[in-house]
């Protein structure tokens, strides 16, 4: 079975820009977080998503939002792009009653 | 308030030496604890996790965690390293209802020959 995919890998942006990352879980799983991985630090929880509905949010302005599709798949939106948005975001899945998280690879998103 | 500490920013060890990398937790609630590893250019791997019952676990690899409610900790150990364990080891509690999440800043792990 795949494991947790990201795309894209790598981005570049441009400070007050808008940018989509995507995710698909491993088959099976209902349920998607998102975490923000600054240089130097752990991963920051911004979201959780379960079958569609937002069940868990962090400390992250508006700016960043997110949704589950119907094949469980996950988007996360952030608008208006600061320098220090600049980060590794991790997605990762579970099951519907686990807290075994498994991570994808992340997508590199550098704000210039 | 939720945090994770890991107190050491990095540790090397020799290959074959044992290994403990510190890790203490403060919640409100029962934890579920954590340990993941991150290789560079690499997502985050599962070692081992901690919900209830025995308070020494054991994770893959050969590594293991002790929880110490009493001290609120959760410190990982190895007993013999490995070249290949150079890596970044992150420590994170999780809330019962799953729907919180959070890391320590993670301990990088140098092993000399």
């Known amino acids: 079975d795949a494991g947790v995919t990201q795309s894209p890998t790598h981005l570049i942006k441009t400070r007050g820009q808008q940018v989509t990352l995507r995710c698909s879980p491993i088959?099976?799983?209902?349920?998607v977080s998102w975490y923000q991985q600054v240089l130097g630090q752990g991963p920051q929880f911004i979201f959780q998503?379960?079958?569609?509905?937002?069940?868990g949010r962090g400390n992250f302005p508006d700016r960043f939002s997110a949704r589950q599709f119907p094949n469980y798949s996950s988007e996360l939106n952030v608008n208006a792009l600061l320098l220090g948005d600049s980060a590794l975001y991790l997605c990762?899945?579970?099951?519907?009653?686990?807290?075994?998280?498994?991570f994808g690879p992340g997508t590199r998103l550098t704000v210039t | 308030a939720q945090s994770v500490t890991q107190p050491d920013i990095h540790i090397t060890v020799s290959e074959g030496a044992s290994l403990e990398l510190r890790c203490n937790y403060s919640?409100?609630?029962?934890?579920?604890l954590f340990w993941y590893v991150q290789s560079p250019g690499q997502g985050l791997q599962l070692l081992l996790k901690y919900f209830s019952g025995d308070t020494l676990v054991q994770g893959i690899k050969g590594f293991e965690a002790e929880f110490k409610r009493s001290q609120s900790s959760f410190n990982l150990r190895k007993p013999s390293v490995h070249w290949s364990d150079a890596a970044e080891y992150f420590c994170a509690v999780g809330s019962i209802t799953g729907n919180q999440f959070y890391f320590g800043t993670g301990t990088s792990l140098t092993v000399i020959p």
């Open positions: 998503y379960y079958e569609k509905e937002e069940r």
């Open positions: 919640y409100g609630a029962t934890p579920y």
């Open positions: 990762a899945s579970t099951t519907a009653n686990s807290y075994e998280q498994y």
């Open positions: 088959s099976g799983h209902k349920s």
